[in-house]
């Protein structure tokens, strides 16, 4: 070696693929919240690095790093609308920034009778 550094070309040209995306309820501080998780597939690192959550067809994005589940407060989604159904969007993005082709989608519906809880989070099943 000549102490010189290393070189190292970053080649991450494949986009991560998007398997599956879903919604479940989730009880914290006695509140309803939503819990979404989704599985994805990145050639080159494993698990896609990050993904954008679209709140009721794109009213409010998020960016999730790291994880693969993010939570949101019904109160928001009431907030949003005084109906059912509501409508979350994902998609997700390889370390390069490479997005997923795949966009997936769930429908769902919020409590707007019964906002407390006191149950126990679980994984989505």
């Known amino acids: ?6 070189f190292f070309r970053f080649n991450c040209n494949f986009p991560p693929k998007l398997k599956n995306f ?7 501080l006695g509140q309803k ?21 679209f709140l009721e067809n794109g009213l409010d994005t998020k960016t999730v790093r790291g994880p693969n589940f993010f939570y949101v407060a019904e109160r928001v989604f009431r ?14 993005k390889d370390r390069a920034g490479y997005a997923s082709a795949e966009r997936l989608k769930v429908i769902f519906n919020v409590d707007y009778v019964d906002t407390l809880c006191n149950f126990p989070n679980a994984p989505c099943p």
């Not at 879903?22 to 914290?28: I, P």
């Not at 907030?79 to 997700?92: G, K, L, M, Y």
């Open 1 to 6: 070696s000549d102490g010189s550094p290393a």
């Open 22 to 28: 879903r919604v479940c309820v989730a009880c914290s």
């Open 33 to 53: 919240w939503k819990r979404f998780e989704w599985d994805g597939e990145d050639e080159e690192d494993g698990f896609p690095a990050e993904a954008d959550v």
């Open 79 to 92: 907030d949003f609308s005084p109906s059912n159904p509501h409508v979350a969007e994902v998609r997700v």
